[in-house]
């Protein structure tokens, strides 16, 4: 089975997670609010998965959520099955 890369964005706040969310709509990038998965161990319930992998494209649109510190972390991940693993990009 081939692996799937795809990035994952821990919020600080649920508000946070959802109104960058919308940003990231509005700037033609998919993505889907997902309960933060139980192996990261920060940030809120709440966290962006988004197919792409291009960091720089992800975060431009919501670079303000990084200032202000509104983003807690992100993660490079594979997806196999329903294996899933991540790896600690950037710690906020």
Do not use: W
């Not at 700037?27 to 319930?45: A, D, H, L």
């Not at 594979?78 to 600690?88: A, D, H, I, P």
Request: overall charge positive; glycine content about 6%; hydrophobic content about 35%.
């Amino acid at each position: 089975m081939k692996k799937q890369p795809f990035t994952m964005i821990v919020f600080n706040s649920t508000h946070a997670a959802i109104e960058a969310s919308e940003i990231l709509k509005n700037n033609k990038q998919v993505n889907r609010i997902v309960n933060t998965p139980g192996k990261i161990e920060n940030g809120c319930g709440l966290s962006i998965y988004v197919n792409d992998t291009d960091i720089d494209k992800i975060t431009e649109p919501i670079q303000s959520f990084l200032d202000d510190k509104k983003v807690k972390a992100i993660y490079s991940g594979e997806k196999e099955g329903l294996s899933r693993s991540y790896t600690l990009i950037k710690e906020i």
